[in-house]
């Protein structure tokens, strides 16, 4: 009985030690004074986005669509009405398309990428004080009118909170900074891990709902930002399945001491 008791302990303590060392792994950090990071979506209802600029007044083509996404891999990327690549959406569909939130604290030019120039936003915004700084996105857009007789490229985006109203803007060298949509029915929150998580309905706004004469009461796609998936490595699961198996063989001694 004294070695089955002992071996008992012997069990008990590795399994413990097991559970910390697994549970390190895959606990993702807590972080105080946390810049803002994870992965936004923006999904656009291109029916509704055109309709808000249909039959808006005279000299403003009409029934504006987002025509093509580029990701962040295309930051350097010069986009023009002729720029080839990117993803095509759907006219008449919702589609969802990934801006990943940048990582770098000040705003990296690149002039030489197109006729106006591209530049990487900054993140400076800290996720407990949602009122000062922004949120630097990846990625860019080709917006056209039916027949092609309207092209805008709006591109180099971030997230701003000002007056308590979120607004997504552009930044180009010809334009400077300007609004193009604004959150509504916002639903803002931190996690445990002091990670913002945010969502809210999309209007048009700013100087882009000028240039196209757009109705900017009405909803033409949802943003929501969320903290990013971090894959377990495969060599974790490796780690937990061995010693899985060595407290396996260690019950079995115990049980054959007994």
Not at 191 to 208: A, F, H, R
């Amino acid at each position: 009985m004294t070695i089955l008791h002992y071996n008992r302990s012997q069990l008990a303590t590795a399994g413990l030690l097991a559970f910390s060392a697994l549970t390190a792994v895959l606990a993702p950090a807590t972080a105080s004074a946390a810049q803002v990071s994870g992965d936004a979506t923006i999904t656009i209802n291109n029916a509704a986005f055109a309709a808000a600029s249909v039959n808006v007044g005279a000299g403003y083509p009409n029934g504006w669509i987002v025509a093509k996404h580029w990701g962040a891999s295309d930051n350097l990327l010069g986009i023009t009405g002729a720029t080839t690549g990117g993803t095509a959406l759907s006219a008449t569909a919702s589609t969802p398309m990934s801006f990943v939130v940048n990582a770098n604290t000040a705003t990296n030019n690149y002039p030489a990428s197109g006729p106006y120039g591209r530049t990487e936003q900054a993140t400076t915004m800290d996720a407990g004080n949602t009122s000062v700084g922004q949120i630097g996105l990846s990625g860019a857009w080709l917006l056209t009118s039916p027949g092609g007789s309207g092209i805008l490229t709006p591109y180099d985006f971030s997230l701003v909170k000002t007056a308590g109203i979120w607004n997504i803007k552009t930044f180009d060298t010809g334009f400077g900074t300007q609004n193009f949509l604004k959150l509504t029915n916002v639903a803002e929150s931190v996690n445990g891990n002091g990670e913002l998580l945010l969502s809210g309905d999309l209007q048009w706004t700013g100087l882009w709902a000028g240039l196209v004469g757009a109705n900017t009461n009405a909803v033409v796609g949802t943003f929501s930002l969320a903290p990013s998936a971090v894959p377990v490595p495969a060599a974790v699961w490796m780690f937990g399945s061995g010693l899985l198996g060595l407290l396996g063989a260690s019950r079995r001694k115990a049980l054959a001491a007994a």
